[in-house]
């Protein structure tokens, strides 16, 4: 059987078998491309941890569909810019120094979870090139969406999330909210008025390691709750249901940043007047 009974404590043990069951059930098909954003613990015991959950995902979407993960790099960025805790400013030069470069092969993701860490180094996963919003992806479509990451702008028109767009892609949202949809990040730079920043990390370029500066805009994630709540009750677009005890939540990625894009819009020209 796919679920067992957990005899001492009384809960549902879930399996590889049983989490792709209630993902088709949910609506993911064969040949989706897909970004999923997860919390492992939410779904309850899973036998295989976050292996189950990965190897449960291809299952379904099989190799001639794509699964995509945010694989971000917040500490490989400026100690100017740190807060969480932030180092005195007699380090930073040192830091930006001796930082070791932003690498796709062995750079770990930062904060991401250990699904990501996993899928992130799973044979056949490939990874864009970006220092702090790198994307990993597996399947058919996996070279052409982390392929040819800007630097600037990268979570723009020029990033696997555009490339998502490009193929009418979906969000899954497993047992976390809309403030982790990382696709609401494109509708932001299609907002005119956006306010620009300057940030840095250290990349390979030229056959060494190079610290860089690129241009990037100051991120509005504080909104996204709020603005994927409206995009549910508005849009009837959201897919909900259950993967293990966790809720599930399955859309349009072109919908959701769609309606981002429109409703960011209503809100500045709120604030404006």
């Known amino acids: 059987m796919s679920q067992q009974k957990n005899m001492l404590f009384g809960e549902v043990t879930l399996t590889r078998d049983s989490i ?13 491309t897909v970004i999923v954003h997860s919390s492992l613990r939410s779904l309850g015991f899973v036998c295989g941890g976050p292996v189950a959950l990965v190897q449960a995902l291809m299952d379904v979407v099989r190799e ?4 995509v993960m945010p694989t971000f790099t917040g500490d490989v960025s400026d100690p100017a810019t740190w807060e969480n805790p932030p180092v005195p400013q007699a380090w930073w030069p040192i ?8 690498d796709p092969r062995i750079t770990p993701a930062w904060g991401m979870g ?7 180094t799973w044979p056949g996963v490939l990874r864009s090139a970006h220092p702090a919003f790198s994307f990993a992806a597996w399947g058919k ?5 982390t392929r040819s990451h800007s630097l600037d702008y990268g979570l723009g028109e020029s990033s696997p999330l555009a490339r998502i767009y490009e193929r009418d892609g979906q969000v899954l949202l497993l047992g976390v909210g809309f403030d982790n949809n990382t696709s609401f990040h494109l509708a932001e730079y299609r907002v005119r008025g956006a306010k620009t920043t300057i940030a840095g990390a250290p990349v390979w370029k030229e056959g060494g390691r ?3 500066t690129y241009q ?12 994927g709540e409206a995009f549910e009750r508005e849009t009837g677009c959201v897919i909900k249901g259950r993967v293990g005890l966790s809720e599930a939540k399955l859309f349009s990625q ?15 020209q709120k604030e404006t007047y």
């Open 64 to 67: 001639e569909g794509t699964i």
């Open 210 to 212: 190079k610290w860089v």
């Open 141 to 145: 479509e996996a070279e052409a969406i």
């Open 254 to 268: 072109r919908a959701a940043v769609d309606f981002a894009k429109e409703w960011l819009e209503r809100q500045r």
């Open 114 to 120: 250990k699904t990501v860490e996993v899928f992130r």
């Open 95 to 102: 830091i930006r120094e001796t930082m070791p470069a932003f």
């Open 216 to 227: 990037e805009i100051q991120h509005e994630t504080e909104r996204f709750l709020e603005l």
């Open 20 to 32: 792709a069951e209630d993902l088709r059930r949910l609506g993911l098909q064969p040949g989706a």
